[in-house]
C-alpha cells in the first residue's frame, strides 16, 4: 500500500512523513479507519435518504422495509464505534418519528 500525500499529512507540519516505524504503521492503520469509517457513514447518509423520500413520496410500506435495512447499518456502525451509540438510537428514533408521522396523514 503507498501513501498518498496529499491526503496523509501531519497537521501541523504539511510535508513531514512519520520516520519512526511505529508511527508509519499507525499512519497507515488511520488510513484504512479513515476510508472504513468514512464509508459506513456515507452508507448510513445514504440509507437515510432513501428513508425520507419514501416518506415525501408517501410510500410508507417502502420507508419501513427501507428503514429497517437503515436501522441494521445504523446499528452495526454504533457496535463499531464509526458512530456513538446515542447518535446511532437519534437518528433511528428521528427516522421512526417521521414514518409515524406519515402514516397519521
Known amino acids: 500500500m503507498s501513501?498518498?500525500?496529499q491526503t496523509h499529512k501531519i497537521p501541523h507540519k504539511p510535508d513531514a512523513m512519520p520516520n519512526i516505524k511505529s508511527a508509519k504503521k499507525r499512519l497507515k492503520q488511520s488510513v484504512v479507519h479513515r476510508q472504513r469509517n468514512?464509508?459506513?457513514?456515507q452508507?448510513?447518509?445514504?440509507?437515510?435518504?432513501?428513508?425520507?423520500?419514501a416518506v415525501e413520496a408517501g410510500d410508507s410500506e417502502k420507508a419501513?422495509?427501507?428503514?429497517?435495512?437503515?436501522?441494521?447499518?445504523?446499528?452495526?456502525?454504533?457496535?463499531?464505534?464509526v458512530i456513538?451509540?446515542?447518535?446511532?438510537?437519534?437518528?433511528k428514533?428521528?427516522?421512526?418519528?417521521k414514518i409515524k408521522k406519515s402514516k397519521e396523514k
Open 93 to 97: 428514533s428521528r427516522l421512526s418519528a
Open 43 to 53: 452508507a448510513i447518509h445514504t440509507e437515510c435518504k432513501k428513508v425520507l423520500a
Open 3 to 5: 501513501l498518498d500525500t
Open 64 to 81: 419501513e422495509t427501507v428503514f429497517r435495512s437503515a436501522a441494521k447499518k445504523v446499528d452495526k456502525a454504533a457496535a463499531k464505534h
Open 38 to 41: 468514512r464509508s459506513a457513514k
Open 84 to 91: 456513538h451509540r446515542n447518535a446511532a438510537a437519534r437518528v
